[in-house]
C-alpha cells in the first residue's frame, strides 16, 4: 500500500490542478473525494466508447459541493 502513497498523490494533485484551471477551487477533502469517487466508478460497466461512469462522478460529487456542471465546460477566467 505504501508504494501508492506517491501515486494517489501525483492524481490528487492533477485532479485539483484541472478543477483550478476551470475556476473551481476544491478543498483538499473535497478532492480526495472526487478524486476517490472517479477512480471507484471506472471498474462499473459504462456506455459505447466508455462515456459515462468516470464523467457522472466529475458531476455529482461536485454538485455536492454546490458547484454546478456548467463549471466542467465553461472556459477558464481571465
Given at each position: 500500500?505504501?508504494?501508492?502513497?506517491?501515486?494517489?498523490?501525483?492524481e490528487a494533485r492533477a485532479?485539483?490542478?484541472?478543477?483550478c484551471a476551470i475556476g473551481v477551487d476544491l478543498e483538499p477533502p473535497a478532492t480526495l473525494s472526487l478524486l476517490g469517487s472517479a477512480s471507484?466508478?471506472?471498474?462499473?460497466?459504462?456506455a459505447s466508447g466508455y462515456v459515462g461512469?468516470?464523467?457522472f462522478a466529475f458531476v455529482v460529487i461536485p454538485r455536492q459541493l454546490d458547484?454546478?456542471?456548467?463549471?466542467a465546460i465553461r472556459p477558464a477566467p481571465r
Open positions: 500500500m505504501l508504494p501508492t502513497v506517491p501515486i494517489w498523490a501525483v485532479t485539483w490542478s484541472v478543477c471507484l466508478g471506472t471498474p462499473l460497466s459504462t461512469s468516470y464523467q458547484i454546478g456542471p456548467a463549471a
